[in-house]
């Protein structure tokens, strides 16, 4: 979910798997010149190589394998990482201490990474802190629930149905209904899908991604103080918004964290292992410009070719890389359009890029040997507070969007990722993640902590703490970094689509609808299967990619006309 800067061990990973792909490449080149003239092997360009374009690559290499097709695949990334929005930092800047900084876990529903993750052999383990903790919801005035890490799981239950009543229960079975619902993503007959909204309409879930979250659980009774204090804090957390809004789908995303793992040294090493097996000759630190069409000597070949022109880069090691222009069959655009500064020609996009908003979070990764202070939180001084914090509304709060939308509370959430070992003292300390709407101050951190932390984050503190706690700073290490993680997800019922023309795909279309790493694969995988069913002739226009006018209002049939 999360952008930031890569870790220098990661880095090495990287690179190895990049080279590693491009040896391989370049021998599976070689060995279809043996069988096949060079005009016979399809080039494919993927821009970019987060969780989509990865993705793209790797099951397009597999399916290519499957089918017998000769298929060079070439990954643009202008980062100098693969990965995209998952990442991990280094902890004080040593690379044995990796923080993931975003896209924290992921699900045993996430089948593309769950499975990709054992297929590499990676090592899964429980995210979370490597201690007991008490979570806390609080909404600014209050904490309105808690739960401890080491009660027993029917205590926990018990206090839930004591204080909300059958909602818990109801509202997790409405989720295992959606979430089962998305999953026929995965299957014939909606998978592969040419239309995005056709399939949305064909499952129904129009009905969900048309209402705001607070709309959806009203309409199923469920809209009360379960859906205020801990549905809400959900789509907080995972999307930075209150349930008045985001789409229903959205809401229910966020509550789907069943047997929730990490991958230890950080998630981006799945896309990382996808890049290495497609065998792609992968490009970093390279961005491109513009895509063309090629001209063509015969008007009547069934598909265009299109250029790419890159950037002039130069890399870490000051090697210039020069702008270049490179011919491909196909192209997948598997980052967001508005972000990526590509240029393209007038009439080459056929069906038009969506410009949708995305959201603007400042997250925070910090060190301190320090606990929250209870005086933060309104507490007694000596108070239990939880290590953990999740935010929602009071009850007397308007839900806002934006920047608005964390209310009094004024972030997101405030949580204990880890403990680490500080180099510099040889002492443990903790290590939290704040998500919040604005910049994180080093006057709210001094509230936060209960100790002064000085303008530059970082340096001594006062003579009575010294001498109380016997230590040197109250930050010793921050990580702070902004970025458009997600869509803001509105409701709507018409989406992307993956096929902007014949050969010219993209893959962020899928944002908007559900926006997580799996998805974003989800994604990719499904252009990959449209760009080789088209190699093998089976791309026949589907009937079912314009909607029955019966299916659809008025309004929202014309709405999917337009686009």
Not at 197 to 205: C, F, I, N, S
Not at 413 to 424: I, K, Q, W
Request: charged residues 20%; hydrophobic residues 40%; glycine residues 6%.
């Amino acid at each position: 979910m999360y952008y930031g800067l890569l870790t220098s061990s990661s880095s090495l990973t990287t690179l190895l798997l990049c080279s590693f792909g491009a040896l391989a490449a370049a021998a599976a080149a070689a060995d279809h010149g043996d069988a096949a003239s060079h005009n016979s092997v399809k080039q494919v360009a993927i821009i970019g190589a987060g969780a989509a374009g990865s993705s793209t690559a790797y099951h397009l290499r597999k399916y290519a394998d499957e089918a017998g097709v000769a298929v060079n695949i070439t990954l643009f990334e202008k980062t100098e990482r693969i990965g995209g929005r998952t990442l991990t930092v280094d902890a004080y800047d040593d690379p044995m201490q990796p923080v993931e900084l975003g896209a924290s876990i992921f699900v045993n529903v996430n089948h593309i990474l769950w499975n990709a993750a054992h297929d590499f052999n990676l090592p899964l383990i429980d995210p979370g802190p490597d201690e007991d903790t008490l979570l806390g919801v609080w909404n600014g005035d209050e904490f309105v629930f808690e739960q401890d890490s080491t009660t027993s799981w029917w205590w926990d239950v018990a206090k839930l149905v004591w204080k909300y009543g059958t909602a818990p229960y109801y509202t997790r079975n409405l989720v295992k209904e959606t979430v089962a619902t998305f999953l026929k993503l995965y299957e014939a007959p909606h998978f592969p899908f040419r239309s995005l909204t056709t399939r949305v309409y064909e499952l129904g879930l129009h009905k969900i991604t048309g209402l705001t979250g607070q709309q959806f659980l009203e309409e199923k009774g469920l809209y009360g103080m379960f859906a205020r204090h801990l549905v809400q804090t959900a789509t907080r957390v995972n999307y930075a918004s209150n349930l008045a809004y985001i789409h229903g789908l959205g809401a229910m995303v966020s509550l789907a964290a069943d047997g929730a793992k990490a991958v230890e040294g950080g998630n981006w090493q799945i896309f990382a292992h996808m890049a290495g097996y497609a065998r792609a000759y992968v490009h970093l630190n390279t961005s491109v410009a513009s895509i063309g069409l090629a001209s063509r000597s015969d008007p009547s070949a069934p598909a265009s070719k299109y250029i790419l022109k890159t950037r002039e880069s130069t890399n870490a090691a000051g090697t210039v890389a020069e702008a270049e222009h490179i011919e491909f069959d196909d192209v997948v655009v598997a980052t967001p359009y508005q972000f990526s500064g590509i240029d393209h020609d007038e009439n080459l996009l056929q069906q038009p890029i969506d410009e949708i908003p995305y959201v603007t979070l400042h997250v925070t990764l910090f060190a301190s040997p320090f606990r929250f202070s209870p005086e933060f939180f309104k507490l007694q001084p000596g108070a239990t507070v939880p290590t953990s914090v999740l935010t929602t509304l009071a009850d007397d709060e308007t839900a806002r969007p934006g920047a608005e939308a964390a209310g009094k509370a004024g972030f997101f959430s405030a949580t204990l990722v880890r403990t680490a070992m500080n180099p510099s003292t040889q002492r443990r300390e903790n290590v939290y993640k704040i998500f919040s709407p604005d910049k994180v101050t080093p006057e709210f951190l001094s509230s936060l902590l209960g100790v002064r932390v000085p303008d530059t984050f970082t340096g001594p503190v006062d003579a009575e703490t010294r001498a109380e706690f016997d230590v040197v700073e109250a930050v010793s290490w921050i990580h702070p970094t902004v970025f458009h993680p997600y869509p803001q997800k509105l409701p709507r019922v018409t989406f992307q689509d993956p096929i902007l023309r014949e050969g010219l795909y993209y893959t962020s279309g899928m944002e908007s609808f559900i926006s997580t790493m799996e998805t974003s694969a989800l994604s990719g995988m499904n252009v990959a299967r449209l760009i080789m069913d088209d190699y093998l002739g089976l791309a026949t226009k589907p009937k079912d990619d314009h909607i029955a006018a019966a299916m659809l209002p008025e309004a929202w049939e014309q709405r999917i006309l337009q686009q």
